[in-house]
């Protein structure tokens, strides 16, 4: 089985979603899938242009000139696909979405109607690989994630495939922290994201006991908000220039 993980994050391997798919990216690989881990902000994804050149050529070629053929291909010949995102202004990063735009050539221009009777395009490939979700937010409410998970169920309707699981976690600025009354927290969570990735290698899905674990809020809001505006404070109070690099430090343990 391969799987390969598509993360939208700004901040690329530093990132607290880097985090959570390479945890449970290792807990596949235990159990023997083939996975790979692509950070998007590493390749060059230009935006659709939706001048659907791809739709008139019989091989679905897009006109512009960047990563994304070699993306498509790696999306089409997997098995399953982790699409892994931040949570940005109540939805996925803008790196996500225009990565998701220019999937349209993956798709034939004729409508169909899905089992539903909604119509959608046609696919070009007999099977697609199914979805997983991946994606944490810095507030501590899980109500944070509802946009997100309209927008992927949506997108799996429409690539015509199926999403086989979803990983959201809020306080997910906790993630790299390195404060030690949270270290115990992390670790736990960590292995839960093990544990996922080995159950889905295994039975082709996340068991319902794991699904509940890995709901769970890491710690208790008030303390998660106390910590985070201590650390917000802690920002606004380097004001010169050459703190800049502290700020963008600690932003990395809090909000990546």
Request: proline share 4%; net charge neutral.
């Amino acid at each position: 089985m391969k799987i390969t993980a598509f993360n939208g994050s700004q901040w690329g391997g530093k990132s607290n979603t880097q985090f959570m798919v390479d945890e449970f990216l290792a807990g596949a690989c235990d159990c023997g899938c083939r996975v790979e881990s692509i950070s998007l902000v590493d390749r060059i994804v230009k935006p659709c242009t939706g001048c659907f050149e791809c739709f008139g050529d019989k091989r679905g070629r897009c006109h512009i000139n960047d990563d994304m053929q070699s993306l498509i291909r790696k999306f089409v010949n997997s098995n399953i696909v982790v699409l892994a995102s931040p949570i940005y202004m109540d939805g996925v990063t803008g790196l996500m979405k225009t990565f998701i735009d220019r999937l349209l050539p993956v798709l034939d221009p004729h409508f169909e109607q899905d089992e539903a009777g909604e119509f959608r395009h046609a696919s070009r490939h007999n099977r697609m690989p199914t979805i997983i979700v991946i994606a944490n937010a810095h507030m501590p409410e899980e109500t944070h994630f509802q946009v997100v998970k309209l927008f992927m169920r949506r997108i799996a309707r429409t690539f015509h495939t199926s999403i086989t699981a979803e990983i959201y976690r809020s306080t997910g600025g906790l993630l790299r922290s390195r404060e030690e009354q949270f270290r115990p927290y992390i670790r736990a969570y960590k292995q839960l994201l093990r544990d996922a990735g080995q159950e889905l290698a295994l039975t082709g899905h996340i068991s319902f006991h794991t699904e509940q674990e890995l709901k769970k809020p890491l710690v208790p809001s008030d303390e998660y908000i106390e910590y985070a505006n201590r650390m917000w404070d802690k920002l606004i109070g380097t004001s010169e220039v050459s703190g800049f690099a502290k700020i963008h430090s600690m932003l990395t343990a809090l909000w990546a």
